[in-house]
């Protein structure tokens, strides 16, 4: 089972930037599809963002065109680029990683333990 670690959260204003990471161990993490979660106090989980192994993407609605997700092979990490920062963005941001696409897109992968971010003047 792949092990995941975030970093790269932090407390920023409306409209600033993070880039979160999420490196993952094991050799074949090429193959792997990985995804970004995140979880508001008092609220669900939600989908953010997924890549699979051959680099197509998918992107929840409410973050198209201010996130970006990409992933590096090489490092066995996968990146978030977070822009325009709105206080609704607000919320721990989880890696997840699986062999296959489906299960990121459902929330059925591995987990990471999560990094916050604060969004807020």
């Known amino acids: 089972q792949v092990q995941l670690v975030e970093s790269g959260g932090g407390l920023v204003q409306p409209g600033a930037s993070l880039r979160l990471s999420c490196v993952a161990s094991g050799s074949i993490f090429s193959r792997y599809s990985l995804g970004w979660y995140r979880q508001a106090p008092g609220k669900q989980r939600e989908f953010v963002a997924g890549?699979?192994?051959?680099?197509?993407?998918n992107y929840a609605e409410s973050v198209k065109g201010r996130f970006t997700i990409s992933r590096d092979n090489a490092k066995r990490t996968v990146y978030l680029q977070l822009n325009s920062l709105k206080p609704e963005d607000t919320a721990v941001y989880y890696c997840?990683?699986?062999?296959?696409?489906?299960?990121?897109?459902?929330?059925?992968?591995?987990w990471g333990q999560g990094t916050q971010v604060t969004v807020s003047s």
């Open positions: 890549i699979n192994s051959g680099g197509h993407t």
């Open positions: 997840n990683a699986d062999i296959n696409y489906l299960p990121v897109l459902r929330g059925g992968g591995s």
